[in-house]
């Protein structure tokens, strides 16, 4: 009977086995099914940060939508995986993809738990195989059939994987918190350093994050990260990799996070790098840029970027307090703490040394002002709350007041007592000077700087206004204005191309052009409204003579100067009219600077760049700026052999003897033209002034032999900058001021002097030849087949023209045009 009751149990469970076993079979075939391709996990390619850098490395900025630099396992210390080992599954190097012991231990814990009443959730067991699976090929639903599909998959990734390619994708791909992913990112996003300078409390404080970084943020729960991380160096010691010692020692030590900023990195550089983000953007697209990882080298020279800084700063602010103060940055209610409702605001950090201040009382003479909280590593603002008191006093060029209403000039008020200036709640610059806070105020004004060298067109240096954070808007690239008479050397560079030499004479004198329909008569004028009658080009460049430039394009007509300005890269667009060849068209300072770089190098074309190379997250080169060759540069050693040739391959846009002749010319704007303030510089500087009508631009672009810098100074709504609103009265002492900084010891070489060209000794007034070491003689280059006059012809005279319009001043310019009078 019983083995009759045996037999039929026997029956009964074999039968229910084989149901459970194909039931099961049929679960996880439909689950197999399901998987996803775990050979995707070979094409892994993580969303990494873009890196831009400066010529010399240093970092000058990153973007990313998920902060992480991808490091192969090879590259990534010792120490830091066996923190994460720790931390996270302590026997990855022995599993199989399942740590059956861990998933025990996990069990019987929960077990125990519920058992004694306590309400816990489950402890997770999962290895890092499994976290791959899960956080690569699967969802994060806490589900069954998730948990089954991750197990089945972490064993075909050890299979299918190395130990040390599932550890890599795992330290790259994890979530760790500051917005960063992977251990490098978290590396620098908390200790602002490379993972291989990560000490033992560091390293052991990364792997304590994975789990929910969130619950062991620094400042929001720095107890709760410290006890985590100790475990960590714990588990650390336990498992064999650190000593006794080295553990307390570690555990001893505070979190010292300090975490790394974000935006730009090397000071100075925003206007740059936020100019290389756009080209970026532009080229590859935002997914490229936010994701793609690439590593752009660009042309930046930190140190000449600096000084750009501070000499526009102080140029625009020079002229700005000449105008008196404008007002308030802007204005807060003051509310119950005015240090709070500070904060909020944007701050100008791109500024040194300035502090915002809100106004919390006014006197005659002073005004008791709050100081922006300073920024803590651990909070947003302190509590603290500073006062200080500035003075009418300290800030002279305060005591008028500029006033602008749309549609009006800027007008000016005097004011003696503070009340006119300033009420409570105007928000105020200051900053630190002989333990006193004085006024500042941002620049109404603003400007441009460029830097390039003409060799290359490398943008070495690059300002588009005063504070990037103040205005994100770059005048250098994207304010197009009118550059006034700094287009005239391209005019000159035409004529000296098509019959004219630097001695040619043409006549400065009143000028009418009949525009034709309802236009009427076009007449132009100097700045000053005089004449000089009959004058040299080289006189009508240094003094720069808007009606000799419009005889000149008059004579050679406008579509050959167009051609010009095309070829120079100006404009793209073709101009007409002839107040274009005044500079009446609009353009940018980069173009500007680029076309000068044409001069400057000897008439060859080249392409303005921002960016030497960019390489993608592989290190391949996908961009490169310079385009010369060099068949033999990469020799692997000297073994005699001549020195290399640099084969430059570019167009020649303009013949060299006449960018040598033009360069010249402009050498005399310095010497004695519209520039003379930079001739204090001591070392050979060509350049062009530029005013436009009303003072409304002011430029100076000049040039040594190895370095060309283009200002740019203006209202962004064009308005005039009255009096001394000039481009050699405001734009050229920033460039003075820059170049006495940037230039180099052997910036004092003379310009080279191409084959073919003649100095010859001639009267700087008349052109004519005359005997070197005379009063008034210059040395006048001209290029073979010419040479200086001994008489002359007057280009544009029209005697019924001038009818009735010289001034008395100009019957000396009557005499000599009837050949009875000495030169004018």
Not at 664 to 689: D, N, Y
Request: one cysteine or more; hydrophobic letters at 40%; proline letters at 5%.
């Amino acid at each position: 009977m019983f083995l009759k009751l045996f037999g039929y149990l026997f029956g009964i469970g074999t039968a229910a086995l084989i149901a459970v076993a194909a039931g099961a079979y049929i679960y996880t075939a439909e689950l197999e099914a399901e998987l996803p391709d775990y050979e995707v996990l070979n094409r892994y390619e993580p969303p990494v940060t873009t890196r831009i850098h400066a010529s010399d490395g240093a970092l000058i900025a990153e973007y990313a939508r998920q902060r992480r630099l991808y490091l192969p396992i090879q590259a990534v210390p010792a120490l830091l995986q066996q923190a994460y080992i720790s931390a996270e599954d302590k026997n990855f190097r022995t599993h199989g993809g399942i740590d059956y012991l861990a998933l025990g231990n996990a069990a019987f814990s929960y077990l125990e738990a519920k058992v004694s009443g306590r309400n816990v959730r489950a402890r997770g067991a999962s290895t890092i195989t499994q976290q791959v699976a899960k956080n690569f090929l699967l969802t994060s639903d806490r589900t069954a059939d998730r948990k089954i599909k991750e197990a089945m998959l972490a064993f075909r990734i050890e299979e299918a994987y190395s130990k040390d390619k599932i550890l890599e994708l795992y330290l790259n791909e994890i979530f760790l918190g500051l917005g960063s992913y992977g251990v490098a990112g978290a590396s620098l996003a908390y200790f602002d350093k490379p993972v291989g300078d990560l000490d033992i409390h560091e390293v052991a404080y990364l792997a304590a994050l994975p789990k929910a970084p969130n619950n062991y943020h620094p400042f929001r729960h720095p107890e709760r990260a410290l006890e985590r991380r100790n475990w960590v160096i714990g588990r650390m010691h336990i498992n064999g990799y650190i000593t006794a010692q080295e553990a307390e020692e570690a555990k001893a030590k505070p979190l010292s996070v300090n975490p790394r900023q974000q935006g730009s990195y090397l000071a100075a550089t925003e206007y740059f790098s936020e100019e290389v983000r756009r080209q970026i953007v532009d080229r590859y697209g935002e997914n490229t840029l936010y994701e793609g990882g690439l590593s752009i080298r660009t042309t930046l020279d930190p140190d000449m970027q600096m000084k750009a800084r501070v000499a526009l700063r102080q140029g625009l602010i020079e002229y700005d307090r000449k105008q008196g103060y404008h007002g308030p940055y802007k204005q807060i209610e003051l509310g119950e703490d005015w240090g709070a409702e500070l904060a909020k605001l944007d701050e100008l950090d791109d500024v040194p040394g300035w502090r915002q201040a809100v106004v919390l009382e006014v006197g005659d003479t002073f005004a008791n002002v709050g100081l922006r909280p300073r920024r803590l590593v651990s909070r947003a603002v302190s509590d603290e709350r500073e006062v200080t008191t500035i003075y009418l006093e300290d800030a002279p060029w305060a005591n008028k007041l500029s006033t602008k209403v749309k549609g009006e000039k800027r007008k000016s008020t005097k004011v003696s007592k503070m009340p006119e200036l300033m009420q409570v709640g105007d928000v105020i610059h200051v900053s630190s000077k002989d333990d006193r806070y004085i006024l500042e105020q941002v620049p109404a004004v603003s400007g441009a700087l460029v830097a390039m060298n003409p060799h290359t067109g490398r943008v070495m240096a690059m300002m588009g206004g005063f504070s990037f954070k103040d205005s994100q808007f770059n005048r250098a690239t994207q304010a197009k204005r009118q550059p006034g008479s700094s287009f005239k050397p391209f005019v000159y560079a035409a004529a000296l191309d098509n019959g004219y030499t630097p001695s040619s004479v043409v006549l400065d004198g009143p000028f009418k052009k009949d525009q034709g329909g309802n236009l009427g008569i076009w007449e132009p004028k100097n700045y000053g409204g005089e004449y000089a009658g009959p004058s040299t080009l080289r006189l009508g460049i240094e003094k720069s003579r808007n009606l000799m430039t419009v005889r000149l394009a008059n004579d050679m007509g406008m579509p050959l100067i167009a051609e010009y300005a095309r070829r120079f890269g100006i404009y793209d667009a073709p101009i007409s009219g002839l107040a274009s060849s005044l500079g009446s068209r609009e353009t940018t300072v980069l173009r500007i600077v680029s076309a000068y770089s044409v001069l400057a190098n000897g008439g060859k074309r080249i392409n303005p760049s921002l960016i030497d190379r960019i390489q993608d997250r592989y290190g391949r080169t996908i961009f490169r700026h310079e385009q010369r060759v060099c068949e033999d540069c990469r020799a692997e050693s000297w073994n005699g052999q001549e020195e290399p040739d640099l084969i430059d391959n570019r167009d020649q846009v303009l013949d060299p003897m006449t960018a040598y002749q033009i360069t010249s010319m402009m050498e005399g704007v310095v010497q004695r033209g519209t520039a003379r303030v930079v001739a204090g510089l001591g070392v050979p500087i060509a350049g062009k002034t530029g005013t436009t009508n009303d003072e409304k631009d002011a430029w100076f672009v000049g040039y040594s032999p190895d370095l060309v810098v283009g200002v740019f100074v203006g209202y962004d709504t064009p308005e005039p900058m009255g009096r001394g609103g000039t481009g050699g009265g405001l734009a050229a002492p920033i460039f003075t001021e820059f170049m006495q900084s940037a230039l180099t010891e052997t910036a004092a070489i003379d310009f080279r002097v191409p084959e073919g060209i003649k100095l010859y000794p001639i009267n700087a007034k008349t052109g004519l030849l005359a005997q070197a070491g005379n009063g008034g003689v210059i040395m006048e280059a001209f290029k073979p087949g010419t040479q200086p006059p001994d008489s002359y012809s007057i280009i544009g005279f029209d005697a019924d023209m001038l009818e009735g319009e010289l001034s008395s001043s100009q019957e000396a310019t009557r005499a000599v045009i009837s050949g009875t009078g000495g030169l004018y």
